[in-house]
């Protein structure tokens, strides 16, 4: 349409222009040679429709130059706009060629990445191959577990039937060992009554001798005479009522021992006086006893359980000559390791130095260890002497005697005397 618009213009331009020419003096001949116009004929008989035509030309004119101005704003708009798509298109060009290196970038990759194919599916292979093998192994490996496990079951169940022998094996020797006890406690009543009838026998000669003597007198050993009671039937079986120093008491199974009382009812089983006396000693003389009575010593751990199994007893220990501690005690046998039994401590005191930890300890010496520790760590080895220990070596009234104040437990020095003392107690076991 504008194109249409255009041409008419352009033929109305080429009128005026033309008619222009005729009216600056150019012949009639030639205007109408350049514009073939009407003859004369026309243009006489029709002068009012040429001026007419004219008119509208000029009107005409005039409407074009206005839709030229219009035309004109709107190619001004249709440049802008073209402009901007323009701009556009250039924006969607350079975005277009950048997702194109792109799209050749990625086609390099998936070049590349279909190269690596075969490389991959050759490593896929192989490890799909090991995996094979893997699992080949992994089902050796269960059956050998499976005969190893029956193999391991069968040996658990052979030495199971050992160990029951071995258990019923340790309970006919324990049945030995007790009765082997047994006939040793009656070996040793036997002894020690043979040892009462030779004091008997020696004890009435003395008293036929001291006869003749006072009566002048020819008795013979054989005259008839009210015989006297045995010798450990006319002891007392304990310190109660008897006065301080040695004396010989009567203990269970008809033993006779000499003891040491202090004159308050009180027997001594231990006293440490001046280090003369080494108690770094074994588990067969802690169990019968050694020093000297008259000076340090220790009573026995035989002697001290049947003593103490026979009727309740206390214990009391005094440092310095101070009493820093009272116990209900009793101590097992033997076969049980001379195991200590109701250690309680007695209200009365406080248990300064808490030479007890716990009932039921054993006692342990440098040769038989019974104690918390292995052989490396047995606190008879750490704290030179015997003792009933719980996880503390060094609370022990038998260690060397220059060690008193160290392994006591105390930080108070000086410690120059230890004295345990036994008696018949009130409380019940």
Same mark, same amino acid.
């Given at each position: ?11 109305? &331009? &080429? ?15 030639? &205007? ?106 992994? /089902? ?49 009543? @036997? ?32 005259? /008839? ?33 000499? @003891? @040491? ?13 001046? #280090? ?23 009573? #026995? ?30 101590? #097992? #046998? ?14 009365? &005191? ?57 392994? @006591? ?21």
């Amino acid at each position: 349409m504008i194109t249409q618009k255009c041409r008419k213009l352009f033929a109305v &331009f &080429f009128i005026v222009v033309q008619i222009c020419a005729v009216s600056s003096q150019s012949t009639v001949d030639d &205007f109408i040679s350049t514009t073939n116009l009407p003859n004369e004929d026309e243009l006489v008989k029709e002068p009012e429709q040429k001026e007419n035509s004219l008119s509208i030309i000029l009107s005409e004119i005039q409407k074009i130059q206005s839709n030229t101005a219009n035309i004109e704003l709107k190619l001004k708009k249709n440049d802008e706009i073209i402009a901007r798509q323009n701009a556009e298109l250039e924006n969607k060009l350079r975005l277009l060629k950048m997702q194109v290196k792109e799209v050749n970038k990625a086609n390099e990759q998936l070049i590349d990445y279909k190269n690596q194919i075969p490389a991959l599916n050759a490593t896929i292979n192989i490890q799909n191959e090991e995996i094979s093998k893997l699992e080949t192994q992994i /089902n050796e490996n269960s059956n050998e577990r499976m005969e190893t496990e029956t193999e391991h079951n069968s040996k658990i169940s052979d030495l199971t039937n050992r160990l029951d022998e071995c258990q019923r094996e340790l309970e006919e020797k324990s049945e030995l060992t007790e009765r082997l006890y047994n006939c040793e406690t009656k070996y040793n009543d @036997v002894s020690y009554k043979l040892t009462d009838s030779e004091e008997y026998l020696e004890y009435t000669k003395s008293k036929l001798r001291e006869c003749r003597t006072t009566n002048g007198k020819n008795y013979t050993e054989t005259e /008839n005479e009210e015989t006297p009671k045995p010798l450990a039937e006319s002891l007392p079986s304990f310190c109660l009522n008897l006065t301080a120093g040695i004396h010989k008491i009567q203990i269970p199974k008809g033993r006779v021992s000499d @003891v @040491v009382c202090d004159g308050d009812g009180w027997m001594i089983i231990q006293r440490r006086i001046n #280090g003369n006396v080494d108690f770094n000693r074994n588990w067969q003389e802690y169990k019968d006893g050694f020093g000297d009575l008259n000076d340090e010593f220790w009573f #026995g751990l035989d002697k001290l359980h049947l003593v103490t199994s026979s009727a309740p007893h206390e214990l009391i220990i005094l440092i310095n000559r101070e009493a820093v501690g009272s116990y209900n005690f009793r101590i #097992g #046998g033997a076969g049980e390791m001379y195991k200590l039994y109701k250690i309680r401590n007695n209200a009365d &005191f406080a248990d300064k130095y808490s030479f007890f930890k716990n009932d039921e300890e054993i006692f342990t010496t440098y040769d038989e260890n019974n104690g918390p520790g292995d052989d490396d760590t047995n606190c008879a080895n750490y704290a030179y002497g015997g003792w009933w220990y719980s996880n503390v070596c060094e609370i022990n009234p038998n260690t060397h005697y220059d060690y008193l104040n160290r392994l @006591v437990g105390s930080d108070e020095y000086g410690i120059h005397q230890i004295t345990m003392m036994i008696r018949p107690s009130t409380d019940r076991y």
